[in-house]
């Protein structure tokens, strides 16, 4: 036994006389048939399609987020193997749920002696907030599963961790089989891989089974750390694929014993919560901690049978890796069977004898006792002392050396160690093991545990025996569902992201507008005499659009000026630099409302500006290609938004962000560029036609005279102009009308008032003596109008986007002496 | 001995408070030396929900939770109960602490002889308490030194400890309050291996006759339950005042320390500064309230 280690691990693919394994040869053939560089292309291509999905996190403005990439052949399982696999991991699902219950719940185990109390009293998993005593947990405390196998050089599968708090990777798995069917489509055809879809129909028909009883048409939710959170875009695929809403804690409150979803249209109930925050995170209420994370009182509502949290809060104490050293007893006395997939070779430490023994013998590898982490071998002597002072808090495992899988290499097929993790889920009666899996690559050593936030995967396939068992779901008994065309549950912080999504997005065309109509007058490096206004009227726009120091640069000096006022606001740390990374942030933000068409457009449009910008420097023509570059951005964002977005919340508030950062523009900039003598009134017409992007709409109305009331008609009162301010405010009170209730009116009339304002001052301007000398007297009450449209902003942020006073926690902090309930 | 309990605590808000969850340990858990004869609990503002339920260790625990906005919170907590603790056993006919040690992981007090975050198992506690259990001592004449130990080592301070006071500072500055002093005697009978717990409750607030008054009256009050062996089982002892708790204590919840049993804690929406008052009257109740 103790030499273990030198035993040479298993080939998954090859057998130990060279031969290829029978389960493999029908995918080799179809490789070998792809041709000299296939693979490695294949694998490029994959990276390729996990990096346009959003899932190698690759946004513009983002850091390159760390990732997990696909290799491109996958695991394959024959059948009897998954077969004799899938029993096991329900035994073992079915044995922790005993655990976990009787921990919870009356403690048997712990007066029987068959579980030591240190790994129930002293695991930070176990959550004393979620046991009352005397009372029976509420059951399923496990709803998915996860666990994570190796096979050793003797053939077998051993477990290296079980997950139980909120397992991660099954997302993953279906992520990895949906692209790797796009990229290597010939791959499938032929083998009998088992489909996952069915078992995800499953999942999605289990949570509602999971229901509270009382529920008819239950609401599910899952609960996502947020769009910061390493797991986000698995969180994002998971909702999508089990058709539930995707929340965040902060998108949750309790009232009256009932959990509620905040949304435009009030509360709405939730009656199942897939939770992926940690238990000890859930209720600021029930556990010391922060107030300002979790839901108070969801801990309340779930323990009377309100809602129901999978997995249950406090699940993460089966996960502790010394409770391995203790299963196959918990097996015989709980189920009344012998553990049938058994974990690697593990002794507790704080068992008698046992530090003696691993001192003893070689090939013991130390890990916490109940922290489901692999320890990183660099730090294997200071975990030997730790283990040495407490060795209670140690358990030692013998892993055996991981079987080999050819993985696509720089240098061609090059073999990794393999874990793999696969899952399962509870549906109130059955467990149901997912055909498939995610294959987890190895450089070397174990691993297991939580997954790292990058690392190769594989996908796993599991090939059907022939005429097998490839059958569809038994169809979910839902009842039909009613017809709806509301907006359906918008949460209040997702149309936030999205209306200001919609202004940033838009004032960043602003920016590239603004760049353009100042770089054609300033590109000869002189400026024409008859230019001059506009020029100096552009620079007033650009300084109102954050240009910093294109307030400074006046008259003449201009054109040597601007250009470095445009570079410095192209550069990382400049304006539309910034612009451009808000977007891109609030565009993660607001994935899960994006068809993955939308976001690629969204995220690659977006892209391909942000590196124009980068190249540019201080060359006018870069600059100048650069603009053009975000101007098609924009009008990418606005077609995808008109073409794929339904008229409903999450395109409403889009639009109405769109709208009100352009009206607000416009009274500001049109402003400036009236703003001068009346006898030069026809350049500010000229630039304020070009501004918004309506001198062809002019021409082909008035030829080549321009005029002031004709040309502020069509920039100002014309409702069919889609540049003009009154084409805005007619779209943003149709918008505020459709979300007002009945007492909110104020809003949608506000922004009719505005529309009345702009159209009398074309009236008035009509009716005037002198049209020149009346247009050149607008800009103070284009200022104030730009002003009242800020102030609607404003109006809109509070009155839909809530913002809550901040939480806080009473009797428990230490910083308020004068707090102190005791003595 | 019988006694009429009133515990009021008041919080005044600057601003509104739009929504209070508020977790409440204030009800006298039911013992076979206390009877709780009745207990209540009057909120205001009223809340909109309330839920009862044990916690883990048993004790009785009041979740309320509140919607309307409001300025003020009170909760007046009113009981009467009987107390009656046997006498502990005979000090010298206990087991000696090291049979207490090896028997403790296999019974029913096995939690509390893990380190929690109030009473951390430190070097400085450990070896503060190890000086009152040398060798075969017997397990209660080793408690009562070192509450005695306590009591005469450390100054009773309100004021200069917080709830979140470590024992390493308490036995650093040799001060502190009850709070602070349970602590203390955890930490160290949880690093020689012996299972205590912490316990919240109330001394009654005025002296029997012939008695000096008690530290720790007029507010909440918090000791210490040692665990003397199977058979023994487990003994009150209150280090602020150098007592074993018989009949002038009453016992509201035990837990590892102070955070698991605060009395009254709670997330509140809104509400910015706020000022807090706790009143706490145990006196004994007339004949004719027994009756």
Redesign the interface.
């Known amino acids: 036994m103790a030499d273990l280690g030198v035993v040479p691990p298993i080939d998954e693919m090859v057998d130990g006389r060279g031969g290829v394994r029978a389960h493999w040869r029908q995918l080799l053939g179809i490789m070998g048939g792809m041709g000299e560089g296939a693979l490695a292309n294949r694998a490029k291509r994959l990276d390729r399609a996990f990096e346009d999905e959003g899932i190698a996190g690759v946004l513009p403005g983002a850091k390159r987020d760390a990732a997990w990439r696909c290799d491109p052949l996958p695991m394959l399982l024959p059948a009897a193997e998954f077969a004799a696999l899938e029993a096991g991991i329900v035994q073992r699902a079915r044995l922790l749920e005993a655990v976990l219950a009787d921990l919870y719940g009356p403690q048997d185990l ?2 029987e ?1 068959l579980v ?3 790994l129930v ?2 695991n930070p998993g176990f959550l ?2 979620c ?5 029976a947990p509420v059951q399923p405390l496990l709803h998915l599963y996860a666990v994570d196998l190796v096979r050793g050089p003797d053939g077998y599968w051993r477990v290296l961790a079980d997950r139980t708090s909120a397992p991660a990777g099954a997302g993953m798995a279906r992520e990895n089989r949906r692209l790797l069917g796009r990229v290597m489509p010939e791959a499938f055809r032929g083998a009998q891989v088992r489909s996952m879809r069915p078992f995800f129909d499953l999942w999605q028909d289990a949570l509602q089974r999971l229901a509270p009883p009382e529920v008819g048409d239950p609401a599910v939710a899952l609960l996502t750390r947020g769009t910061q959170a390493p797991r986000w875009f698995e969180d994002m695929m998971l909702s999508r694929e089990l058709s539930c809403a995707l929340v965040e804690c902060g998108d949750l ?5 009932v959990l509620y979803l905040k949304t435009l249209q009030g509360l709405q109930r939730v009656d199942v919560l897939l939770s992926r925050v940690d238990g000890a995170r859930l209720d ?3 556990m ?1 901690g922060s ?1 300002t994370s979790g839901v ?2 969801l801990l ?1 509502a779930a ?2 049978g309100a809602v129901r949290i999978l997995n249950a809060p406090g699940a993460a104490l089966a996960e502790a890796p010394a409770l391995a050293a203790f299963l196959p007893a918990l097996a015989r006395r709980l189920l009344g069977e012998p553990l049938a997939l058994p974990s690697v070779e593990t002794l507790w430490l704080g068992t008698e004898g046992a530090a003696a023994r691993i001192a003893r013998e070689d090939g013991w590898l130390l890990r916490r006792a109940t922290d489901g982490s692999m320890p990183a071998a660099a730090h294997a002597d200071a975990t030997a002392r730790d283990a040495a002072a407490t060795p209670a808090a140690f358990v030692a495992a013998r892993v055996p050396p991981a079987s080999l899988v050819p993985c696509v290499m720089e240098g061609g097929l090059e073999p990794r160690p393999l874990v793999l993790r696969m899952f399962a889920i509870f549906d109130g009666s059955d467990w149901r093991v997912m055909p498939g899996g995610l294959a987890r690559i190895g450089e070397s050593g174990p691993l297991g545990g939580a997954l790292p936030p990058q690392g190769l995967s594989k996908d796993v396939w599991v090939i059907a025996d022939e005429g097998g068992d490839i059958i569809g779901p038994a169809p979910a008994h839902l009842p039909p569902l009613p017809i709806r065309r509301m907006h359906g549950a918008l949460p209040s912080r997702v149309a936030d992201n999205l209306f200001w999504l919609g202004r940033y997005t838009e004032r960043l065309e602003r920016a590239a507008r603004l760049v353009r109509a100042t770089q054609t007058r300033i590109s000869r490096g002189v400026v024409l005499p008859r230019e001059a206004a506009e020029v100096a009227a552009l620079a007033r726009c650009l300084a109102h659009a954050g240009f910093t120091g294109a307030d400074e640069v006046a008259g003449s000096a201009a054109a040597q000026g601007l250009p470095s006022v445009i570079a410095l606001a192209l550069r990382e740390d400049g304006a539309v630099m910034h612009l451009a990374d808000r977007i891109a942030a609030l565009t993660a933000m607001v994935r899960d409302r994006l068809t993955a068409d939308m976001y690629a457009t969204f995220t690659l449009t977006l892209r391909a500006a942000r590196a124009e910008m980068q190249a540019a420097g201080d060359n006018l023509e870069a600059i100048s290609r650069a603009m053009i570059a975000v101007l098609r951005f924009a009008t990418a964002v606005a077609g995808v938004a008109a073409e794929s977005m339904v008229r409903g919340g999450a395109w409403l508030f889009l639009d109405l962000g769109r709208r009100v950062e352009r009206a607000q523009a416009i009274a500001s900039e049109v402003g400036f560029a009236l703003d001068g003598p009346p006898s030069r009134i026809e350049g500010g017409l000229r630039l304020m036609l070009e501004l918004c992007d309506s001198v062809i709409t002019y021409r082909s109305r008035y030829l080549t005279v321009l005029q002031p009331a004709p040309a502020l008609d069509l920039v100002l009162a014309d409702g069919s102009n889609p540049r003009a301010l009154a084409f805005q405010l007619e779209a943003i009170s149709r918008s505020l009308s459709e979300v007002a209730t009945a007492e909110d009116g104020a809003l949608p009339d506000e922004a009719a008032s505005l529309l009345a304002d702009a159209e009398a001052m074309v009236a008035e301007l009509v009716e005037a003596s002198d049209q020149a000398i009346a247009a050149a007297g607008l800009p103070p009450r284009l200022e104030a109008m730009a002003n009242r449209i800020a102030a609607l902003s404003d109006a809109v942020t509070r009155r839909y986007f809530a913002l ?20 | 001995m019988i006694y009429r309990l009133r515990h009021v ?1 008041t ?1 005044a808000y600057a ?1 509104s408070v ?2 209070a ?3 409440l340990l204030l009800t006298p858990r039911a013992l076979p030396y206390q009877n709780v004869v009745r207990s209540t609990l009057a909120v205001t503002p009223t809340p ?2 309330v ?1 009862e ?6 004790n009785a625990a009041t ?1 309320i ?1 509140i ?1 309307v906005p409001h300025e003020r919170f009170e909760v007046i907590a009113e009981a009467l109960v009987e107390v009656r603790f046997p006498d502990p056993p005979s000090a010298a006919l206990t087991p000696t602490w090291e049979d207490v040690v090896a028997t403790a ?2 019974s ?1 007090a ?2 509390f ?3 929690s975050h109030l009473a951390p198992i430190v070097p400085a506690a450990t070896g503060y308490a190890a000086a009152s259990f040398p060798a075969g001592r017997p397990v209660l004449v080793g408690l009562l030194e070192l509450m005695g130990r306590i009591r005469r080592d450390f100054t009773y301070k ?2 200069v ?5 470590q024992v390493v500072e308490v036995l650093r500055d040799r001060r502190g ?3 602070d002093f349970a602590h203390v005697m955890l930490a160290g009978l949880r690093g020689l291996g012996l299972p205590a717990r912490y316990v ?1 409750g109330y001394v009654r607030t005025r002296p029997q006759p012939g008695q000096v008054a008690r530290r ?1 009256a007029d ?4 000791w210490v339950e040692a665990w003397m062996g199977e058979g023994f089982g487990w003994v009150g002892l209150d280090p602020t005042n150098d007592i074993v708790t018989r009949d002038e204590h009453v016992v509201l919840a035990w837990g590892r320390d ?3 049993v ?10 910015g500064d ?3 008052r ?1 009143g706490v009257d145990l006196e004994e109740a007339e004949a004719s309230a027994s009756a």
Do not use: W
């Open positions: 712990l007066s002696g030591p109390p240190e009293f002293a004393r907030a046991r009352s005593k005397g009372a409150t309790v009232r009256g014993g600021p209420l029930e010391s107030a108070p009182g309340d323990r009377n809550l006073p901040a939480a806080q926690t009473l009797g428990l902090e230490g910083a308020q002496p004068a707090l102190r309930g005791a003595a | 605590t919080y601003h739009d929504l969850a508020h977790l909109s929900h839920t339920a044990a916690d883990h260790f048993g979740r939770f919607d992981q296999r029913e096995a939690e002889t893990f380190p309100p004021g400890t917080g709830n979140h006071t309050v009850c709070q919240s720790g507010q909440s009050h918090a102070f955070i698991d605060s009395p009254l804690s709670g997330v509140i929406l809104g509400g706020h000022r807090l706790v």
